[in-house]
């Protein structure tokens, strides 16, 4: 569920790890295990399943299971895209529930579908150090930024090519 979710990914936020040497290679361990077990528990994995996964990397070769440890850089790294994956599919998920409940489709074929749509595409900040929540904004704006270019730029240039609509082309910045 969507509590269980949001619970995880600022529990995940919270994992800190520590910087180790193991046989001369660099590793990490994590430094508050009952914050690691607690976000386990939202996400209903095992918690050592979780610490393993955040602090190693598996690699299927020729049939062999290779583990290799993390440095803490690297698993600080492998915590923020976990918790951006999690987060962009909840994302996904609310606007695909909003749509589901306020889009009712017309009955008829020459009927119209009015909205009201607010965007804010001038919301994107950087700060010298970003919190979670921040980050959780930046990527928000940025998908609203992609969605806003998609629909207003390509789909609306594309239609007037379509229905041979005389027009000039308008450059734009397209970030993906």
């Not at 979780?50 to 062999?64: D, M, P, S, Y």
């Not at 790294?77 to 909003?98: C, E, P, Q, S, T």
């Amino acid at each position: 569920n969507i509590w269980e979710q949001t619970a995880a990914v600022l529990h995940l936020g919270n994992i800190q790890f520590k910087e180790l040497e193991i046989n001369n290679m660099p590793a990490s361990e994590v430094m508050n295990v009952d914050t690691a077990h607690t976000a386990a528990k939202f996400l209903h994995v095992k918690p050592d399943g979780l610490v393993k996964a955040l602090t190693n990397r598996t690699t299927f070769a020729h049939g062999e299971v290779i583990t290799t440890a993390l440095s803490g850089e690297q698993a600080h790294d492998v915590r923020d895209a976990f918790v951006k994956g999690i987060y962009g599919r909840v994302f996904i998920w609310i606007v695909l529930k909003i749509n589901r409940v306020i889009y009712k489709p017309p009955e008829n074929k020459g009927d119209f579908f009015l909205s009201i749509g607010v965007l804010d595409i001038f919301g994107f900040e950087n700060f010298a150090v970003n919190s979670f929540e921040q980050l959780c904004i930046n990527y928000t704006n940025e998908n609203l930024q992609q969605f806003f270019v998609q629909h207003i730029f390509k789909m609306e240039q594309a239609e007037y090519d379509r229905e041979n609509i005389s027009w000039e082309h308008i450059e734009f910045v397209d970030n993906q």
